[in-house]
């Protein structure tokens, strides 16, 4: 009988599969090593393949796309709602094939390598700050048990710690000194490699067509539009901008019964990292829009007045993923409001 539906359960060596025909009954499942699964993806009849969006799903999903294979990637917190039974990795499998089956559940598109470039570039340069924060707040700790108090903000440390060093009357120890000596050049190295990133990043903007329509809307820069990029694509996994806004958690938790609409804070679904560099890029616009009178300020101030900072932000970071998604999607120009 003619496969309808391949459904993997992927991991890093052992591969489970259930083959479903097309009157969407499971026929076969089979286990495969690394090696094997590779042999599969290229001699297997074009079939339709599905997967859970986890750790190397994209890659096997650019293989099988190579191979004439259709290709479909779930949400794993969606699939969990179709597993029956025990837990094992059949029956993992065959939860996604039935999920797929279904065909409620909105896939996530294959990212391209580009967009796994993007998305590594940016991760390692979240984790790079994140160290650099870090050991600048050790240092000020530290410091702190010795009754010597630094500024907050990283400028201000960083121009207060060689002080502090070579100052020979503030009671630090010898031994001391050298510690601290050298986490300030472990930060000094963070600095550096920081700094490259950011260089990359004005270098991307100036360079890629499709950002530097994304930066011409309000509150996206260097960094949250490139990230908004990457994760876009484009664009064709949404059906709307509201789509693309709910998917990256922009859009109010409901919690309605018998026909009362209860609706709570954002989502929170989706990319964290994301989802936070876009409402500081929004949080900086509805600061600045006090002083201005164009269209998109006048609105942001009137929802201010009606709904307080907080929510004015949420609700701008969410029209502008909105707005960026046409851009992307559409391949439009931002116009301004006037």
């Known amino acids: 009988?003619?496969?309808?539906?391949?459904?993997?359960?992927?991991?890093?060596?052992?591969?489970?599969?259930?083959?479903?025909?097309?009157?969407?009954?499971?026929?076969?499942?089979?286990?495969?090593?690394r090696k094997g699964f590779a042999?599969?993806?290229?001699?297997?009849?074009?079939?339709?393949?599905?997967?859970?969006?986890?750790?190397?799903?994209?890659?096997?999903?650019?293989?099988?796309?190579?191979?004439?294979?259709?290709?479909?990637?779930?949400?794993?917190?969606?699939?969990?709602?179709?597993?029956?039974?025990q837990k094992n990795d059949y029956n993992d499998a065959q939860a996604i094939g039935e999920a797929s089956i279904h065909g409620v559940i909105r896939p996530v598109a294959v990212k391209t390598v580009e967009q796994q470039d993007e998305q590594a570039f940016h991760r390692i340069r979240q984790q790079l700050k994140s160290e650099q924060t870090a050991l600048i707040n050790q240092l000020r700790g530290l410091l702190n048990e010795y009754g010597i108090v630094i500024p907050k903000g990283i400028a201000k440390a960083q121009q207060a710690i060689p002080e502090i060093l070579e100052d020979a009357d503030n009671g630090l120890t010898t031994s001391?000194?050298?510690?601290?000596?050298?986490?300030?050049?472990?930060?000094?190295?963070?600095?550096?490699?920081?700094?490259?990133?950011?260089?990359?990043?004005?270098?991307?903007a100036r360079e890629d067509e499709v950002l530097q329509r994304l930066l011409e809307v309000p509150g996206l820069g260097p960094v949250n539009g490139s990230q908004l990029k990457a994760w876009l694509g484009d664009g064709k996994q949404f059906g709307?901008?509201?789509?693309?806004?709910a998917a990256v958690g922009l859009v109010p938790r409901q919690h309605s019964t018998?026909?009362?609409e209860r609706l709570y804070g954002i989502t929170k679904r989706g990319d964290a990292s994301l989802r936070t560099a876009i409402i500081h890029g929004a949080?900086?616009?509805?600061?600045?829009?006090?002083?201005?009178?164009?269209?998109?300020?006048?609105?942001?101030?009137?929802?201010?007045?009606?709904r307080g900072f907080n929510k004015a932000v949420v609700a701008l970071a969410n029209k502008m993923v909105r707005i960026a998604w046409v851009l992307v999607h559409r391949q439009e120009t931002y116009r301004q409001m006037v």
């Open 39 to 85: 042999r599969f993806a290229v001699k297997h009849e074009r079939s339709k393949m599905v997967m859970e969006a986890c750790a190397g799903a994209h890659y096997w999903g650019r293989r099988f796309s190579e191979h004439g294979h259709e290709v479909e990637l779930l949400p794993p917190q969606h699939v969990k709602a179709y597993l029956r039974g």
């Open 176 to 204: 001391l000194r050298e510690l601290l000596h050298r986490q300030y050049r472990r930060y000094q190295s963070l600095r550096e490699e920081v700094d490259w990133y950011d260089r990359q990043l004005q270098q991307r």
């Open 258 to 260: 018998g026909g009362r």
């Open 240 to 245: 709307c901008g509201r789509d693309a806004s």
């Open 1 to 33: 009988m003619k496969l309808n539906t391949v459904a993997i359960d992927l991991a890093k060596n052992s591969f489970y599969v259930v083959g479903f025909g097309a009157n969407n009954k499971p026929l076969w499942r089979k286990k495969f090593n």
């Open 283 to 306: 949080r900086a616009v509805v600061r600045r829009a006090k002083d201005k009178d164009d269209r998109l300020s006048r609105w942001v101030n009137q929802l201010v007045e009606r």
